[in-house]
C-alpha cells in the first residue's frame, strides 16, 4: 500500500473521524470526490505521519498504524472469504469457539462441527506472524466494523452506539469465563472505562472511534483470558509500564482536617506503591488507618498518568476467589506537578476517582521539617506517641502479610519460615506444572505468607504466588504431595 492508498483506507474505514467532513476540518481541505487522490506524494506522507501520530496517542503505545492497515485488510479477506456467506447466528457462534481455541489451545465443550474446527485451525495458521487482528474480526461479524474495501464509505452515525454494542458483547464473553478466572469480576476495570468512555461521549466529550474501539476490544479480549491463563496473565502484567516519579512519604490533602496525613511507600518487588491514609487520635491514643494500592501508568505523557487503585476489599475478595465488588477497584486519569527536576512530585491531582472515593482529591507533599517530624513522630510512634495503637479501619478486609525468604530451583521453590524449610516441587512425575505458572517465577519475584479471616470468622493461611496471581491455601496444599517439609540436606536436592 503507498501512503496514498493508506490515507485514502484511513477515510473510507472512517478509522479517525465519524464523518468524512470531520476529517476534512481536520487536515483543513475539503476531500468531498477527489479523497487524497490529488495529493502530490510528500504531502501524503507527511499525512500518513501525523496520523500514526495520532494512533499511538489513542493505544497508548508505540504501535504501528501501518500494521494495523495490513491487518484490517487479511482480516477482511478472511472474513469475506470464509465467514461473510453463512448467518450472522453462526458467525457468531463461530467466533465464540475461534476465541476459545485461539486463548486455550482447545476447543470448547461441546465439540463444535468439524467444519468449524478446521476453520479455526486455518486462521490460526494464516496467523502465525500476526497478519490478522482478532479484535477486527470480532467487530466486522457483529457489523461494527465495514470490511476493508467496502466503498459505501459511510459515515458513522452513532460511535457512542458502536461502543455500547462492543461493551455488550465483550461483558457477555468475560461473563462467560468468569468461573475459571484467577480474579472474579462482576465487570472489569477495563470494561468499566470503556462503559464511563460512552456516557461521557453522550454527554459531548468527542473522543471515541473506530481506532479506539479496535484497541479496546483487542485489550478487553486480552485481559479476558489472561485471568485463565496465570503465564498469559504475567505477560499481560509485564506490559504495565509504570510511572517513573518520585514520591515523598507524607502528603496533605487541604480538605482534611489537620490529624489526617497521607503515607506512601513502595511496594517491593512490584511497580506501584501502598497508600495509607492515617487519622491520628489524640486522645484514644490510637492512629486509625486504611490501606489502598496504587499503581500508575505511564502514558507516554510526562504530565499524567493513568492510576489504578485497589481498596482494601480488592486483594481480600481476590485471595478467597469471591467476586470483587464494584467499590473494590477503580481508576483515575492523575495530573501531576513537579519539581524543577522533572522528577520528584509536588502536586497529584485525582481527576475523577481518589483513594478518599468518587470525587477529586489533591496531594501535596509535606514539605516543612517541623511539621514532617511531627507526623513522623505519631506515625512513627515515636517519643510521647510511642504507645499509640495502630487501628485498621476496615478490619473486615484485613491481611496480615509477611514476605518470606525463597530459593527459586529449576525444579521447586523453597520456603523458608521460622518453623523450618518447605519444598513446593514445579512438576508432577508427567513434567506438568503442580501449579499453572510456577515455572515463570525467579527468586526476583514477590512470595509471600497472608492470613486472613473469611467472611465465616475462620482464620485462613495462604502462600502468596504474587507474580501470577495464585493464592495458595496452605491448609489444603500441606496434604498435596509436592509440598512438604524439609527433614534432611538431602531434599533439599532432590530430583
Known sequence: ?????????????????????????????????????????????????KFSELYRTYTQKEENLECLLYQYEATSCFFKKYIE???????????????????TGDFDVPTPSLKVQQLCERYDLCNREG??????????????????????????SDIAGDFQEAYRILQNIAHQYRSGATTIYREMLCLKEMRQMVEEERTGDKYLNRILLIFITNDVLNHIFALLNPVRLRQYNLAFVSMEMGLARF??????????????????????????????????RKIRFTRYQLLFKDLGYKDFCYTVIMHPAFNYHNMLKLEQPEFALTYDYTDLEYEDDRYTVRELNFSMMSPGGE????????????????YRNYIDHEGTAKDFVDIDCL???????????????????????????????????????????????????????????????????????DSINQNLDLDELVDKPYFRKISSLDELFDE
Open 1 to 49: 500500500m503507498t501512503d496514498k492508498e493508506k490515507l485514502n483506507s484511513i477515510l473510507r474505514l472512517r478509522l479517525f473521524f465519524s464523518t468524512e467532513k470531520e476529517l476534512s476540518d481536520f487536515i483543513g481541505y475539503n476531500l468531498k470526490g477527489n479523497h487524497f487522490s490529488r495529493f502530490k506524494t510528500f504531502q501524503c506522507d507527511a499525512y500518513f505521519s
Open 85 to 103: 456467506k453463512t448467518s450472522h447466528e453462526v458467525n457468531k457462534e463461530f467466533i465464540s469457539q475461534l476465541l476459545h481455541y485461539l486463548y
Open 131 to 156: 497478519e490478522m487482528n482478532i479484535g477486527i474480526l470480532l467487530l466486522i461479524t457483529y457489523g461494527l466494523l465495514p470490511t476493508f474495501k467496502n466503498k459505501t464509505a459511510q459515515d458513522i
Open 251 to 284: 502528603w496533605r490533602c487541604e480538605e482534611d482536617a489537620d490529624n489526617v496525613v497521607w503515607e506512601f511507600w513502595p511496594l517491593n518487588n512490584v511497580e506501584g506503591y501502598y497508600l495509607y491514609r492515617k487519622e491520628i487520635d489524640y486522645q484514644n
Open 359 to 374: 470525587k477529586p482529591m489533591t496531594l501535596k507533599p509535606i514539605r516543612k521539617d517541623d511539621v514532617l517530624r511531627y
Open 395 to 465: 478490619p473486615e478486609y484485613n491481611i496480615r502479610v509477611e514476605e518470606m525468604e525463597v530459593a527459586v530451583t529449576d525444579l521447586a521453590i523453597l520456603f523458608k519460615d521460622g518453623s523450618g524449610i518447605y519444598r513446593l516441587d514445579k512438576f508432577d512425575e508427567d513434567g506438568e506444572e503442580n501449579i499453572a505458572g510456577i515455572c515463570t517465577l525467579t527468586h526476583e519475584d514477590n512470595f509471600i505468607y497472608a492470613e486472613l479471616n473469611d467472611p465465616s470468622g475462620e482464620k485462613r493461611h495462604f502462600l502468596c504466588l
